[in-house]
Nanobody, 129 residues
Framework: QLQLVESGGGLVQPGGSLRLSCAASGFTLDYYAIGWFRQAPGKEREGVSCISSRGGSTSYADSVKGRFTISRDNAKNTVYLQMNSLKPEDTAVYYC??????????????????????WGQGTQVTVSS
C-alpha cells in the first residue's frame, strides 16, 4: 500500500526555520511527483510546493517563494520541505501527497499541485512567539 508519512513539524518563533520530511513506504518515490500542502484552522487546504519525478522541476505558491525549498533524496525515499523565515501565517498542518505530473520530454516533467490521492496525518507547524 502506498503510504507517505510526514514529520518534522513543531513550534518555532517567527523568522525561524524547520525542515519537514515526507517518507515513502511500500513504494519507490523515484517515479512520482510529490507535493506539499497545508491547511490552517478554518481555511481550505492549499498547495505549497511540488517537485517532479524527473528533471528537478519545482513549483511554489507565491506566499512561500524565496522562503521555502523543496527537494528530494531518492536514495532515502524521502522528499523534504525546508522552511525559512517562517511567519505566523505559515501555521498549519502540512501534508505531502503524490501529485499530478505532465511529461515535457523523456527526461523532464512538470508537477501540478493537484491530487486525487488520500491524505495522511500531516505534521503540525506552529509559528508563534
Amino acid at each position: 500500500q502506498l503510504q507517505l508519512v510526514e514529520s518534522g513539524g513543531g513550534l518555532v518563533q517567527p523568522g525561524g526555520s524547520l525542515r519537514l520530511s515526507c517518507a515513502a513506504s511500500g513504494f519507490t518515490l523515484d517515479y512520482y511527483a510529490i507535493g506539499w500542502f497545508r491547511q490552517a484552522p478554518g481555511k481550505e487546504r492549499e498547495g505549497v510546493s511540488c517537485i517532479s519525478s524527473r528533471g528537478g522541476s519545482t513549483s511554489y505558491a507565491d506566499s512561500v517563494k524565496g522562503r521555502f525549498t523543496i527537494s528530494r533524496d531518492n536514495a532515502k525515499n524521502t522528499v523534504y520541505l525546508q522552511m525559512n523565515s517562517l511567519k505566523p501565517e505559515d501555521t498549519a498542518v502540512y501534508y505531502c501527497v503524490v501529485v499530478t505530473e505532465v511529461e515535457i520530454t523523456a527526461v523532464q516533467a512538470m508537477c501540478i499541485m493537484t491530487s486525487s490521492r488520500s491524505w495522511g496525518q500531516g505534521t503540525q507547524v506552529t509559528v508563534s512567539s
